[in-house]
């Protein structure tokens, strides 16, 4: 069973600031590497101006991943965890409740 991750984030706007478009490029590859070296799949980053954020969906193998993403992410210095949420997928939680109904 996988972990799927809605997270928010904002940049830190003195590491974003100033740069060239190359720099620009190296600081967003460099967080998609963290996540990749997680075992993180990226299914979507949109950018949602009412909270000036960034909201992304992550897949990840397990939550201890998930986690170690996080850090490595905040130890780039680039971008602050606004909030985070676990998501359940739809179709398993209705089994989940089926059977422990089934059970009662």
């Known amino acids: 069973m996988s972990h799927l991750q809605l997270s928010r984030t904002r940049p830190i706007q003195e590491a974003w600031q100033d740069l060239t478009d190359e720099q620009n490029d190296a ?50 210095g680039t971008l602050e965890f606004v909030s985070i949420e676990a998501l359940w997928d739809v179709v398993e939680w209705v089994g989940m409740v089926r059977a422990a109904n089934a059970k009662a």
Do not use: N
């Open 27 to 76: 600081q967003t590859t460099a967080i998609y590497a963290v996540i990749g070296e997680h075992g993180g799949d990226v299914k979507v980053v949109s950018f949602s101006p009412s909270e000036l954020a960034l909201t992304s969906v992550i897949e990840y193998p397990d939550e201890q991943s998930a986690k170690l993403s996080m850090a490595g992410i905040l130890a780039l």
